[in-house]
């Protein structure tokens, strides 16, 4: 990369208005720019990186999401958080999946046990199911790699714009590293959650 810097950003009509959705701005090594990890760490102490990761020693700045996606999130997490708890799991929004400064990732939500290891106090290593709630121009299975080196069970994604969606099941470990993650109908980590017609159902309810 040449440059200190390249941003995207994407505009979507809503309601005759245009709103931006996430705009993620991805930055060189921090040892390529001079000052770059105490702009970093400036964030951090401003609350301002909530979203943010790290792809192998690249940051990542994403911003807040849309009140849409929000409100996306919110459904989800009520909906995830009964039959989570049932089976012993816990559900957070967002959590922080890797190792902090080098590699990781921020899923809108985490389904997890409560004595999954961590890599450092606000960082886990693993999830059972991470779920990841797609903005326009956001490509589908982009993280899959990184869920699949840090096993990672299950994959929700959700398209914001359509609400359509797919739930992916990590391939054995055994076989080999390029497979592709299969597609389900069913959970095997969240009871009642399936997909029908594309779309979620969790215990019979769909997002409204």
């Known amino acids: ?63 807040g999401p849309s009140p849409e996606h929000g409100r996306l999130v919110a459904w989800l997490v009520r909906a995830l958080w009964t039959p989570s708890a049932a089976a012993g799991l816990h559900v957070a929004a967002p959590i922080n999946i890797g190792t902090d400064k080098y590699d990781c990732r921020v899923p809108d939500i985490g389904v997890y046990y409560p004595d999954t290891p961590r890599t450092s106090p606000a960082f886990l290593a693993t999830a059972m199911m991470a779920v990841e709630l797609l903005s326009p121009g956001e490509a589908p299975g982009a993280k899959l790699a990184f869920y699949r080196a840090h096993g990672v069970g299950e994959v929700l994604e959700v398209d914001v714009a ?25 959970s095997q980590v969240v009871p009642g959650l399936v997909i029908v017609d594309g779309t979620i159902k969790i215990d019979g309810e769909r997002y409204r």
Request: proline share 8%; aromatic share 6%; no cysteine.
């Open 1 to 63: 990369m040449d440059s200190a810097a390249v941003a995207t950003s994407v505009m979507v009509p809503l309601r005759a208005r245009v709103y931006p959705v996430l705009v993620t701005v991805v930055l060189t090594p921090i040892d390529a720019v001079a000052g770059l990890a105490e702009a970093i760490e400036a964030r951090h102490e401003a609350g301002l990186d909530r979203y943010d990761e790290w792809w192998e020693g690249v940051y990542r700045i994403v911003t």
């Open 162 to 186: 359509t609400l359509g969606a797919r739930l992916l099941l990590r391939p054995d470990s055994t076989t080999d590293p390029n497979t592709p993650w299969p597609e389900a109908t069913a």
